[in-house]
Structures are given as C-alpha cells and as structure tokens.
C-alpha cells in the first residue's frame, strides 16, 4: 500500500477526498473515529470487505487451534458420558470381570475370617492343653518335692495306723459275735454241730484267705516302699551330684576371679614398674641434660678463658715485639751515637762546626724518634684499652646471654614440674574417684546381698506358711477319720517325714523343692487326702 503525495494531480486529490468522505461517513455511522492529528491524505481506507478478509486471514490460525481444542474438549466429555453410562451396565466384559473380582475378593475374605476364626479355635486349644500340662506338671513337681514327699509317708503311715486300728477293732468286733454264736450253738440242737463246723471249717479257709491276701498286700507294699526308698536314694543321689557339679562350679568361678584377680594385680604392678622406670629414664635424661648444659657451660667457660689467654698472649708478643723494636733501635742508636762520638773524638779537631751541626741535627732526630716511639707506644696502648673494653662488652653480651639462656631453661624446667604435678594431681583425682567408686560398689554389692538375703528370708516364711496352710488342711481332713495325727503334725512343724531332711530357712538358703505354688503366685490345690490316693499318685 503507497501514500498519496503531494505531486499528484488535482482532480484526482479531489475525487480521493471525496471517497475519503464517504468513508469517514461510513466510519462515523460505524462509530469509529480518527484522532484530529492525523493527516487523512496520509490514509488509505480500505472497503469493509477487505478489511474483514484481512482480519480473517490473520486470525485463521488461532479459530483453528480453538476449534481443535473445542473438538477435543467434546470428545472427551463424549467419553466420559460413555463410560459413565456403561459403568453399570452388567452384560459387558468389564462388568463381567469386576463381578467375579468382587465375588473372588468377598469369597477370600470369607476364607480368611474362617481361617482367623480356626486360628484362634486352635490357639486357645493349644493354650488350654499348654495350662493344663503346665497345671499337671506343677501338681507333680509339688508332689515330687522332699518335703510334701516326706509329708506324704505321714500322712501314709497314719493311713497304715488307722487302717490297724480299724482291723484290731474288726477283730474284736469278730470274737464277740463268735462268742455269742457259740453260746447259742450250745442251746441248738446237735444236729446243727456239723453245719457250724462245716461253717467254721469255711470261716478258716476264708481267714487263711484273708491272711495270705494281707500278707501279700503287706509284701506289696514293702516292696513299693522299697521302690520309693530306692528312687529317693537315687533322687538323693542325683541331688548330692549336682550339688558338687554347682560346688565344683562355683569354685571354678572363684578359681577364675582369682586368677582375674592376680591378672589385674600384676598389670597393675607392671604399669607401676613401666611408671618408676619411664620416671628414672626422664630424671636420667634430664640429669643428662644438665650435665649436658653444664659441660657446655663449662666449654664455652674454658673456650673464652682461651680466648682470653689466647689475646693476652697475643698482646704480650706484641708488646714484647715493640719493646724489641724499641731497644733495637736505641741499641741501633747508641752504636750510632758511638760511632758519631769517635768519628768526632778522631775528627773534633777538623770538624767543630760541622759537629755542632751534626749534633744538632742528631738531637733533633733522637727527638723525633722518641716522639714516633711515644706515638707509637701511646697508639698501642690506646689500641690495647680499646681491645680490652671490646672484649670486657664482648664478655658482658655472653654473659647476658648465657643468664638468659639459664632463665629460660629454668622457667621451662619449672613448668616441666608444674605439668609432672599436675599430672600427678590428676592421677591421684582419678584414683581416688576409682577408690570411691569401687567403695560404693561394694557398699551397693553389700546392700544388695543383705536384700537378697531378706528376700530369701521373706520367700521363705511365705513358702512355709503355704506348706502349713496345706498340711493344716490335710491335718483337718484326716482328723475327721482317725487320732492317729503325730507323724503329721510332727511332719508339718520340724519338717521330717519318715527320714526326710528338715526345712531349712537360714543363712545357707531354703529348700526349694518344699514351695507350695508356682512361679507365678497361684495356689496349689491339695487334691490328695488319702494314703491310696498318695500311693497311687507315686
């Protein structure tokens, strides 16, 4: 599209501006206006044909892309409609399939609770069987005890007594009725003397009878009371074995803490050895050290006393050198002197003049010789000072420096004690915390014996007032059917029982097979009131 510019003709500005009008009328009646800075021979209008393909062809793409989203937006909803309508429907294959699920998911849980339920049936059962079994075996091991072992052959031998007494009265029961019968066969007839024979000829047999049945009743029970002595013989025995395999134990034991004992001490003597020698090695090396230092000392002591003899001797062989040059060179001067004399003495009559001025020349050089030599002897003796203040500094700087080598090792050698103290402190906390420790240990291990003790007491009395509250009632039980009742009572108060050891409650520990209920607290039943019932429970 190309902008009208000003060159164009005029007629055609003016059929331009007459469309623009029409247009703008349009627009106006289209209700679009244009701002008053535009410069309408700067615009093209275009039909609103045009201008509607162009806006269509530039929006395509986007009422595409809303359309395809529209579409799939109506498929899905499409779809789930679908499947919201055939989700009940019962005659489809995933009907089918969640019905049989759900019945095989109803069908398992069935099992389950079945198998739950025949779990359960099954445990209490089994925890039945295990109480009674527990029951039952807690009943013998009571019965089984030395004691109730011991109660029972008394509750036995009053059985025996009673079971005596009961036939001597049978007996005399039987000879007072065969008195009274002998008195009436005496007013009978004589022909019943054969049928009271014949009768007593029968009561004889049945007494043989009797008789041989009683022997063998006792034999039998001789021989029970054989058995059970010699099963308490062999429990006796077993006992007596494990009682020295517990003795044999408990010194090996004793045999091992004492040997832990002598380990320990010897460790202990070792570390204490290891510490005295560490200690002696540390004061030999440090003894090493001062006789280190000191022959230092001393080294450096004799190596500036060398030094110094050394530069004193230097100074003499120097000063004896001067003093060499000196008398040279006055020998030297004196034998010029001489010479100068005789050659004056042999030429003092020639020469006066030429003397006078020779001696005064000689005097003036003997005067500058002597000054250069006391120059020169001032020079050296300057020389001499200034060496023996360098090395009185020198001197003093060593000195200072050994004094401040001396206050280090000093300061060192004291903090090296400081920390050996605390060292030593330290060590001495510690063991006097293990000292205390162990103390209170023991006090714990001794308060500790003595509650043990006082609950073996406490278990003790307990057991016994059960086993009196069980021979009480068997005592009572008894009571009522014969007088017989000293093994009993002689049982239940000393605890012997036809041979049985006593109850011991003491310091030595109490015996445990004379408990009257389990582990747990429960009260054993006495179900066992008769001497039969007690043979055959045995």
Known sequence: MAAAGPGRPRGRRRSEAAVSHHLEENNVLDGCFLPNEVD???????????????QYSLDSTTREAARILAEQKEREEMRLRSKAAVKDWPNTIMGLAQRKLKAKK?????????????DLEEQQFQAAKRKEAIDCAKTYLYYQTERVKGFHSALLLAEVLKERDAQVEFKKLKSDVNKKKDEEEEHECKEAILREQEKAHQHYLNQQALRRDQLEQIKERKQQADLAKLEDKREGEQIQRLNRLYQLEIQRKMEKEQEEKVEHQRLYHEHVSNQKIIKAIEEQKQMEEDDRIKAHFKAKQTIAKLIKEKKAEMRRLKQEHQD??????AVQMNEALKMEDDRLARDIEKKEAEQEKELKEKEAKEKAAMESIAEHRAAVLKMKAENEREEKAEGKKELHALMEKNRIYLEMEKAKKQRQRDASMEVQKIQIQQMAEKQAKKQQEKQADLDYEAQREAIALCK?????????????????????LYPLLKASKDGRGLGYRPFSSGREGINTNSQAQDDAG?????????AQEVKNMK
């Open 40 to 54: 309408l021979r700067q615009v093209i209008v275009l039909p609103k044909a045009e201008w509607e393909r162009i």
């Open 106 to 118: 109803l069908r398992e849980e069935r099992e389950e609770e079945e198998r739950k339920r025949l």
């Open 324 to 329: 060499k040059i000196v008398r040279q060179l």
């Open 464 to 484: 016994e007032r059960e086993f009196q509250s069980y021979a009480k009632q068997v005592i009572e039980s008894e009571s009522k059917t014969t007088h017989h």
């Open 522 to 530: 429960t009260q054993l039943p006495y179900s066992c009131t008769t």
